[in-house]
């Protein structure tokens, strides 16, 4: 086998960056229709069926399970911190159902003779490393020799059912809150290029490892009606989710939407994610006032571990404030939701 002698930039060996390479909403619904009859299970209480973040089983009247996984291809060069991003990005899931994390195990497909063991051990730590942070264990796995580099975890957690917290149960008249800024996807594109300084790598890399650790506390509070992580399918998919799950429409002001300043500077500079495009042909019907390329760009930039959405009821800002200043995040507002209606279900001021 050939040993690399130079630095290897992994994001060479993938056709996507992260959750830059999820297959895109419209063509998923394809995927997911069938005509089979599912048995039926009470205890499931959330399937695919509102393409929430995690499965979720009861054990009993109080306890539920939640399960998850996720993985996807490099998103940056150094094999620790893809790694790292990837574990976290599938913690998050957990978190996003205010559940608390109790094991996970690994998914590792690696180009073996290309790019070797060792960099593929590099990549597995990075992965013990944010299991650490979330307090579990990465108890195993499974690998397989892969044409392209991918990793991620399937995670077990637990959430008391009074804390479970799901994407379509939010109500007219909450506050939409955003836990991280916006663009990751647009770096990560520069990224593959050559075209991000290394303060933006930094910048996106230190986003992508913080555990979204706060959905446990979240959970726990009440005026939180529903939770959700801004993925894949960007601000605007994750967004729309919420709003067809529950029945309502979506007001969203771009201004406070929080926004990573070098992101816009390497969107004005043409570097945009392929994956935010076929986001937004996906589900520009359903939006208005998203129509210039910044907006439309960013707010269907995929996100990998992107931050949390949370809908909480209007007298409840305050104790999500007060969380979320606990995890050493300053948010506010961005938007709220409303009662059914005509006409596009977001509509961006």
């Known amino acids: 086998m050939q040993q690399p002698t130079e630095p290897v930039r992994l994001t060479a060996f993938s056709h996507g960056a992260g959750c830059g390479c999820k297959i895109a909403p419209a063509e998923l619904e394809k995927i997911l229709r069938s005509e089979q009859p599912a048995p039926?299970?009470?205890?499931?209480?959330?399937?695919y069926g509102t393409r929430d973040d995690a499965a979720v089983y009861a054990l009993d009247e109080d306890r539920c399970l939640i399960s998850t996984t996720?993985?996807?291809?490099?998103?940056?060069?150094?094999?620790?911190d893809f790694g790292r991003i990837a574990a976290v990005n599938a913690l998050s899931d957990v978190y996003a159902m205010g559940g608390t994390p109790l094991l996970a195990v690994a998914v590792l497909g690696w180009p073996i003779e290309k790019l070797g063991p060792e960099l593929a051990r590099q990549v597995v730590e990075g992965g013990r490393r944010a299991c650490h942070d979330a307090g579990i264990v990465?108890?195993?796995?499974?690998?397989?020799?892969?044409?392209?580099?991918?990793?991620?975890?399937?995670?077990?957690?637990?959430?008391?059912?009074?804390?479970?917290?799901?994407?379509?149960?939010?109500?007219?008249?909450d506050m939409l809150y955003l836990t991280k800024p916006?663009?990751?996807?647009?770096?990560s594109t520069a990224l593959k290029r050559g075209q991000l300084p290394e303060a933006g790598a930094t910048i996106a890399r230190d986003l992508m490892t913080?555990?979204?650790?706060?959905?446990?506390?979240?959970?726990?509070?009440?005026?939180?009606?529903?939770?959700?992580?801004?993925?894949?399918?960007?601000?605007?998919?994750h967004l729309l989710e919420v709003c067809r799950g529950s029945g309502l429409r979506a007001t969203l002001r771009y201004a406070d939407v929080p926004k990573i300043p070098e992101?816009?500077?390497?969107?004005?500079?043409?570097?945009?994610?392929d994956g935010g495009l076929r986001n937004w042909k996906s589900y520009?019907?359903?939006?208005?006032?998203?129509?210039?390329?910044?907006?439309?760009?960013?707010?269907?930039?995929?996100?990998?571990?992107?931050?949390?959405l949370i809908a909480c009821g209007p007298d409840g800002t305050s104790d999500v404030e007060a969380v979320l200043r606990e995890a050493g995040i300053a948010?506010?507002?961005?938007?709220?939701l409303h009662g059914p209606g005509e006409g596009p279900k977001v509509m961006v001021e």
């Open 331 to 336: 948010a506010t507002p961005i938007g709220e």
């Open 70 to 80: 996720d993985f996807f291809s490099p998103i940056v060069d150094d094999a620790f």
């Open 263 to 273: 992101a816009l500077i390497r969107l004005a500079a043409g570097h945009y994610a």
């Open 182 to 187: 916006l663009g990751v996807g647009i770096l």
């Open 210 to 237: 913080r555990l979204n650790s706060a959905g446990t506390a979240l959970g726990q509070l009440e005026c939180v009606h529903a939770l959700t992580d801004v993925t894949g399918f960007g601000l605007l998919g």
């Open 284 to 308: 520009a019907s359903e939006v208005s006032g998203a129509s210039s390329m910044e907006r439309m760009l960013l707010l269907s930039d995929p996100q990998t571990s992107g931050g949390l």
């Open 40 to 47: 039926s299970d009470p205890r499931l209480l959330v399937g």
């Open 138 to 173: 990465l108890a195993g796995g499974h690998s397989i020799d892969a044409p392209e580099p991918f990793f991620g975890l399937a995670v077990t957690g637990e959430v008391r059912r009074p804390h479970l917290k799901r994407n379509d149960t939010a109500r007219a008249g």
